[in-house]
């Protein structure tokens, strides 16, 4: 018995250690974790009055001035609508913003940013200044800033750039200065920028660029945008010929001639893909200028004002793939002879302008075309050989013509395929007789679920306009038995024959009438003159005519 009590006092003992060791673990558990929020806690601050923080980003709107007690963890930090004027030198440097990666100062009043402004955010990636009045920023204002990617400066009213503006920035990739008051692009603007990749300068007041060396330095720029900048007429020779990766170059929306470009002014640019001259007032392509970039692939010269298109226009471009001649009204035929020159040509583009008729092969030196869009024009006729030779071609948009009925071969030389789309739309189709051989060849060649898929019937059906019965009706669910131009029945005159008869009855009647009214008159006339004759003779002497009783109610 003194043994059972022995290992009762042992279990005892036992589960009182085990106990007193849980316990243990629990409270260093718990003193583990409050250690850690109170170094969380002591590392933090508080959000800045009158911002608004989460998570790390801080946004203070409307501020005044740079708050001093901004959480140095924050990553994002956000001024909109802000109220303050300048940027000192060294604004952040007291901050402590180390892990800084974006800064967004926009949608205020900032006019001036001094140099160094942007000392101490050597994380920042991206700054955005845009929709301010910026007007004068410091040649030194952005050292310092060596991870910097992103700029944002459009929507401000700068008017120069100083030589070496952003050479504080070695890896921007990005800046836009569009919607500013530039009027010149000076010498080594933008040295030092060499990964540079996009640079937009839109919408300002350059009317000339003749410095070569404007654009010096960006040896890996990719993009230059110089859209509307309306006042733009002059471009020098080789302003560009240091852009050596350049792919894309936009010039829309400007004052440029053909007169405006030589041999020389895209000298240098051998990787350039795609040109874009819409809204010039070039009136003429400027061809020569071509030779410099025989490697061009895609070329927009949309509202250009072009009066022709020669032969020879595009014979130094050999290896375009994209042209684009809409909206030039005074363009009336397809440049057959241009396009024999471009057997590479994929997509060809010429709406909206005065053309009236594909005569036959116009297409037969394009074989490798895929898109052809001819709309809003004055299209309505298409030669039965006019698509000739479109046999690759996978998107053909005739929409918004003149026509009214099409050959049944027409379009026999395109090739069916799963991604075909043919836009037959809001032309004034004719659904009579003309339409039977189209319709027929239709129904003929593709199922009912593919010329629902090919001619976009859901979306953008082609409707007859006539005749009268068949008016808005999807040229497509008209049975082509009842397609035809019978002559309309004989129409019944034999009413009209009747009214004319009894017309010509009365007229004969009132003819004869006046007749005999006449003649009578006649006699009556006559045989009262041989009573007065009779009378005088009577009386023997026409001196007495005067005593002679003569009264007009006399009966004779």
């Known amino acids: 018995m003194g043994e059972a009590v022995d290992g009762s006092q042992q279990d005892l003992e036992m589960y009182s250690a085990v106990r007193a060791g849980k316990w243990t673990l629990i409270l260093r558990v718990l003193l583990l974790v409050w250690l850690l929020i109170g170094c969380e806690t002591q590392g933090s601050q508080a959000c800045p009055e009158l911002c608004e923080c ?23 930090l956000m001024f909109p609508h802000h109220r303050f004027t300048n940027l000192p030198s060294y ?68 008017q120069q750039i100083h030589p070496r503006q952003f050479a504080g920035l070695p890896r921007l990739r990005w ?30 007041h350059l009317s000339e660029l003749r410095d070569y060396q404007s654009f010096s330095g960006l040896h890996q720029l990719q993009l230059l945008s110089l859209e509307n900048n309306h006042a733009l ?18 010039l829309g929306g400007n004052q440029l001639t053909s007169d405006s470009f030589t041999e020389a002014t895209f000298s240098g640019l051998h990787k350039l893909r795609t040109l874009n001259f819409h809204d010039n007032p070039l009136g003429f392509i400027p061809a020569l200028s071509f030779s410099a970039i025989p490697q061009l692939e895609t070329l927009y010269l949309t509202s250009c004002q072009l009066r022709s298109v020669q032969h020879e226009d595009f014979q130094y471009a050999p290896d375009l793939r994209k042209l684009y001649l809409d909206n030039n009204v005074a363009l009336k035929e397809i440049p ?29 030196n394009v074989t490798s075309l895929k898109e052809m869009f001819i709309t809003d024009s004055k299209l309505s006729s298409i030669d039965e050989n006019g698509l000739d030779g479109l046999g690759n071609l996978v998107e053909l948009d005739l929409s918004n013509n003149e026509l009214t009925t099409l050959a049944e071969t027409t379009l026999d030389s395109i090739r069916y395929s799963s991604g075909l789309k043919i836009d037959l739309g809001d032309n004034p189709w004719a659904c009579d007789c003309h339409m039977r051989d189209f319709l027929q060849w239709v129904d003929e060649r593709f199922t009912p679920r593919q010329i ?3 001619f976009n019937i859901t979306e953008h059906q082609p409707k007859c306009l006539s005749p009268p019965q068949y008016a808005g009706s999807s040229i497509f669910e008209i049975p082509t038995h009842d397609l035809n131009c ?16 009894v017309t010509i009855g009365s007229c004969v009647s009132l003819a004869i009438v006046v007749i005999l009214c006449t003649v009578g008159g006649i006699l009556f006339y006559r045989r009262r003159q041989r009573k007065l004759r009779e009378m005088l003779r009577r009386y023997g002497s026409r001196d007495n005519v005067s005593s002679f009783p003569l009264d007009d109610n006399v009966s004779i």
């Open 54 to 76: 989460q998570d790390l980003t801080v946004t203070c709107p409307d501020a005044t001035e740079i708050p001093t007690d901004i959480p140095p963890e924050t990553t994002v």
């Open 91 to 158: 604004t952040f440097v007291p901050h402590d913003l180390l892990n800084l990666r974006e800064l967004h100062i926009r949608q205020g009043n900032l006019e001036v940013i001094d140099e160094n402004a942007f000392h101490g955010l050597p994380e920042l990636i991206k700054l955005h200044l845009d929709y301010n009045n910026i007007q004068d920023i410091d040649a030194n204002a952005f050292d310092g800033l060596s991870k910097v990617d992103y700029l944002y400066l459009y929507y401000n009213k700068l």
């Open 175 to 204: 800046l836009s200065l569009s919607f500013n008051a530039l009027t010149d692009i000076p010498a080594n603007s933008f040295q030092g920028l060499e990964r540079l990749l996009t640079l937009y300068i839109r919408y300002n």
């Open 233 to 250: 007429r002059t471009i020098g020779d080789e302003t560009f010929s240091q852009l050596y990766s350049l792919t894309d170059l936009e």
């Open 336 to 364: 057959v002879h241009a396009l024999s020159t471009l057997p590479q040509l994929e997509v060809f583009h010429f709406s909206q302008n005065s053309l009236t008729d594909i005569p036959e092969y116009s297409f037969k």
């Open 452 to 454: 629902q898929q090919i």
């Open 486 to 501: 019978k002559a309309p029945p004989p129409k019944d005159i034999s009413h009209e024959i009747n009214q004319r008869r």
